[in-house]
Structure formats: structure tokens, C-alpha cells
């Protein structure tokens, strides 16, 4: 299991998932065939123009149609094309469509830094996964558009702001890659002098220091494929919210949206004032909220995406009865993808 990565060729760099070495066949096939190509052509061309170059006694003699040479250059090319794109439709929906068992890694991109989100509820700024099992990465951004990029995996996916992208993979050796994004731009630093502002990672295999740098370019991670006993002890050693859920005496959020939801539910701190144990606090418990009819001084309204949503960024437009107006706007402190993880877990909390 410990077999090193396939090594890098000509143009491409290591080779470390399952998909890998389909899609460089299909890059160095398309990369010869062009290269073929391009010197029969030109070489054909210079010796053409040559040969019948304009010169004293020569008289040009043109030809004209030759029906039989021009059905075969068109027909040729037919073929070569259909196999080209029969190969690339066959990579692309390869790698479009997760295996059913795939591990959900939930990607959060920010300016500039990646976040993941593992299905036990924990997170970490680099990716880890078990070597030799598909992983989904379902990946959202808060704020622009950016592009996760794992060269060795030849994984390359936009993570877009109000939408959720995905991307799956499953790697074939215990080792590490980087993570990049792929939106090349962005600022330069603000340290003093220009220079960035530099804190070396304490993780030795991270050449890349963490710190401060502003622009995609400074959006290194890495990828760390283990071993499923190392896998384990990594996802024991960033905290398992399955058991906060447990002893809770819920079972945990099968959901990962909600995982996250809960996160936020603390970090944000909702929890100040709401419970999740239909206890009333400040404001009305979370517990079985979702798709009631909530009695407010505007009227009998319906728990839903909306009304969640206005409760977030507006709460004074609708004051649930029996409770005060004292529930602060949290506008511009939670993103879309952050309602929308809260909401997943306010329905999970049934
Ligand atoms: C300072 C206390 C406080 C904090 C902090 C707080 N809320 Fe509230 N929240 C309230 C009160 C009071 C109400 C009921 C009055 C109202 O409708 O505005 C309420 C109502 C709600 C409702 C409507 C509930 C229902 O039963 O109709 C939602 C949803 C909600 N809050 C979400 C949140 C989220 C999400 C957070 C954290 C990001 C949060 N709240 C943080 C006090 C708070
Ligand atoms: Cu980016």
C-alpha cells in the first residue's frame, strides 16, 4: 500500500488516482497525433512550395476537382474525432458520477483559504482521506469564484458562490499532493516591504507557509492520503460532533450540511439564545420548528426556507408571540451557504 506514486512523465506531473492514467493516455494521444500531424503538413507544404515555386520555363498547370481525395480527407478526420470524443465523454462521466459508497467531504473555499468538513462533523484547512475509497468532495464558496486543483489526482473543479459544485476521486498510494486554487489572480501581500508574511506550517511534509498572503495563488493546501487506521485517527483527533450529537441523545446528522449547520450554530452563537431541546430560551427552541405555523405579530406563518432566511438577515420583520424583539441581524455575518447549513440543521432537529 505504500507503493510510490506513478512517477511523472514527459508533460505531466505524478499520477495518484484511479482516473489519472486514462486521462494522460488521452492527453499524450491528442498531444502525438497533433504533433504527427503538424509535420506531415508543414513538411508536405515546404516541399510543395518548392517544388512548383514560380520559375522561367515552368507554367502552371491547375488541377481540379479529385472527388475520390476529398471524400477520404473529410472521412478520415470523421473517425479520428468520433474516437476522440467517445474517449473524452467516457473520462468526463467517469469522473461526473461518484460511486454510491463515496466518503462526503464538504469543501468550503474563502478569500484565501480552504476549509473541509468531514462527515463526523469535524474540520481541517488541509485535506485528509483513506487511500483506495472513493471520496466526494462537495464543494461551495462564501465569497468568489475559485478552483480547487489537485494536479497528482487530475482533479480540477470551480467552486462558485450560491451553488454546491462536486468533484470525486479515489486515490491509488498513501502519499501527498498539493492543493491549489486555480483562480490564478489576486492582491499582493501587505506585509512590510512587500514581502509576505510568512508563518512556516508546523506540518513538515507542507512545503507552503500558512499566513496572511491575499490572492488565489496563496490558496496552498495540501492533500494527505492515508492509510484508513491513520484516517481514523485523524478524524478522532479534529473531534467527533457525532458524539456532541450523542450526547445530546440525538444520533448523528447522516446530513453533512448539518454538521456544519451545527458548527455555526455555536460559532454564530444562535445558541445564546435559541435551545435544541424544545426547552424555550431567549428566543423559541430550534426543536420541530421546521415546517410548523409559527403565531407572530404579522400573522400565522409558515416555517420554511423564506421565513428562515428573513429570520436570519431581518428578524425584526416578524416577532415570534411571546417572544421580544431582541434578536440581532446577522446580516453580512452569515453567507448564503451558511443559511442554508443552518437551515439543514434546524430540519434535521425534528
Ligand atoms: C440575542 C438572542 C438571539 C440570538 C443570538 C439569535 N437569536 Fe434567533 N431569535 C431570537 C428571538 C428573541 C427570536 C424570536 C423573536 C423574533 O422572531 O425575532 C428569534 C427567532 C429566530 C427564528 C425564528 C424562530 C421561530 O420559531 O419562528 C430563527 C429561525 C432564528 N431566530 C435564527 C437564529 C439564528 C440562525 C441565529 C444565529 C446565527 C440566531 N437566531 C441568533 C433571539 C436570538
Ligand atoms: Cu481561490
Known amino acids: ?31 502525438w497525433l497533433s504533433v504527427v500531424l503538424f509535420v506531415a503538413i508543414v513538411t508536405t507544404m515546404l516541399y510543395w512550395a518548392i517544388k512548383y515555386r514560380e520559375r522561367k520555363g515552368h507554367k502552371a498547370e491547375p488541377t481540379g476537382h479529385n472527388l475520390p481525395l476529398e471524400i477520404a480527407w473529410t472521412i478520415a478526420p470523421l473517425f479520428i474525432l468520433a474516437f476522440l470524443f467517445h474517449k473524452g465523454f467516457q473520462g468526463y462521466m467517469d469522473m461526473a458520477i461518484a460511486p454510491a459508497d463515496s466518503i462526503e467531504i464538504r469543501v468550503n473555499a474563502k478569500q484565501w483559504s480552504w ?11 488541509e485535506l485528509h482521506v483513506p487511500v483506495h475509497k472513493p471520496v466526494k468532495l462537495i464543494m461551495g464558496s462564501v465569497d468568489v469564484l475559485h478552483s480547487f486543483y489537485v494536479p497528482a ?158 429570520s436570519i438577515l431581518d428578524p425584526q420583520a416578524k416577532i415570534v408571540t411571546g417572544f421580544g424583539p431582541v434578536m440581532p441581524t446577522f446580516r453580512g455575518q452569515v453567507s448564503d451557504l451558511e443559511i442554508d447549513e443552518l437551515m439543514s440543521y434546524i430540519k434535521s432537529l425534528k
Open 153 to 310: 489526482l487530475r482533479v480540477k473543479r470551480d467552486v462558485v458562490p450560491g451553488m454546491f459544485t462536486s468533484a470525486w476521486f479515489e486515490a491509488t498510494h498513501v502519499g501527498h499532493d498539493d492543493i491549489a486554487c486555480a483562480e490564478y489572480c489576486g492582491g499582493r501581500s501587505t506585509g512590510p516591504g512587500g514581502e509576505l508574511p510568512y508563518e512556516p506550517s508546523d506540518d513538515p511534509r507542507n512545503p507552503y507557509p500558512a499566513g496572511q498572503a491575499t490572492g488565489h495563488w496563496a490558496m496552498h493546501s495540501m492533500l494527505f492520503v492515508e492509510t484508513p487506521e491513520d484516517y481514523e485517527k485523524f478524524l478522532k483527533g479534529i473531534g467527533d460532533k457525532c458524539e456532541e450529537f450523542a450526547s445530546t441523545g440525538k444520533t448523528c446528522p447522516a446530513d453533512i450540511a448539518a454538521a456544519q449547520g451545527l458548527r455555526l450554530y455555536s460559532n454564530k452563537g444562535c445558541l445564546a439564545c435559541h435551545t435544541t431541546t424544545g426547552a424555550p430560551g431567549i428566543g423559541p427552541s430550534w426543536k420541530g420548528i421546521w415546517g410548523k405555523d409559527e403565531a407572530t405579530n404579522v400573522g400565522v406563518v409558515k416555517v420554511d426556507e423564506n421565513y428562515v432566511r428573513e
Open 1 to 31: 500500500m505504500n507503493e510510490p506514486n506513478a512517477p511523472p512523465t514527459f508533460q505531466l506531473p505524478e499520477q495518484m488516482s484511479t482516473v489519472s492514467a486514462d486521462i494522460d493516455w488521452l492527453y499524450y494521444f491528442i498531444y
Open 115 to 125: 476549509e473541509f468538513v468531514y462527515p463526523n462533523g469535524g474540520s481541517s484547512p
